[in-house]
T-cell receptor, first 115, second 109 residues
Framework: DAGITQSPRHKVTETGTPVTLRCHQT?????MYWYRQDPGHGLRLIHY???????DKGEVSDGYSVSRSKTEDFLLTLESATSSQTSVYFC??????????????FGAGTRLSVL | GQNIDQPTEMTATEGAIVQINCTYQ??????LFWYQQHAGEAPTFLSY??LDGLEEKGRFSSFLSRSKGYSYLLLKELQMKDSASYLC??????????WGAGTKLIIKP
């Protein structure tokens, strides 16, 4: 199994509070991703990173920010959580641009509830 | 726009064969992936296709036709543990993965 750890695994928070989710990898993979998964939707990309301090937006980036100060860590921050951000959040990693290296491996997920 | 379609839910019998279809319309194509996701767990990689044809891996096979924008995942000798959602995803011209909503497969004894 790919060495990917997400923390926390579960979190309940209140509307308007900031929340940070952490993804840690031990594979030294270049690419890291944050997705959210909601019933009836496919995985939706929030942000991704292609190197230290190199990040870009995905299709549902509003209300989220990310940082990657080290190869192994990718943080997702909800600046002011809203109920619409209640979801399961997955971190994924991949090694590169070629199809075989673009296989993404996922962390166990964080279940976030915003009340 | 980019779109991936797969059936929402399918039911099959233990020991039988099931085919899960996926059609896609994306800006560019750099590979198609199938993932398995058990309830409450993370997606796990099953297979990928870059060229047309069939890729076989044990009880699972995946087929691709790029000209038709079509793929299927074939599961043989179904087991109860195969009850899961199966996600189809396509890598577009920017090497971003576009995901389908998944097909929930229910296996009955």
């Amino acid at each position: 199994d790919a060495g990917i750890t997400q923390s926390p695994r579960h979190k309940v928070t209140e509307t308007g509070t900031p929340v940070t989710l952490r993804c840690h990898q031990t594979e030294n993979h270049r690419y890291m991703y944050w997705y959210r998964q909601d019933p009836g939707h496919g995985l939706r990309l929030i942000h991704y990173s292609y190197g230290v301090k190199d990040t870009d937006k995905g299709e549902v980036s509003d209300g989220y920010s990310v940082s990657r100060s080290k190869t192994e860590d990718f943080l997702l921050t909800l600046e002011s959580a809203t109920s619409s951000q209640t979801s399961v959040y997955f971190c994924a990693i991949s090694g590169g641009d070629t199809p075989s290296k673009n296989i993404q491996y996922f962390g166990a997920g964080t279940r976030l509830s915003v009340l | 726009g980019q779109n991936i379609d797969q059936p929402t839910e399918m039911t099959a019998t233990e020991g039988a064969i099931v085919q899960i279809n996926c059609t896609y319309q994306t800006s560019g194509f750099n590979g198609l992936f199938w993932y398995q996701q058990h309830a409450g767990e993370a997606p796990t990689f099953l297979s990928y296709n870059v060229l047309d044809g069939l890729e076989e891996k044990g009880r699972f096979s995946s087929f691709l036709s790029r000209s038709k924008g079509y793929s299927y995942l074939l599961l043989k000798e179904l087991q109860m543990k195969d009850s899961a959602s199966y996600l189809c995803a396509v890598t577009d011209s920017n090497y971003q993965l576009i995901w389908g909503a998944g097909t929930k497969l229910i296996i009955k004894p």
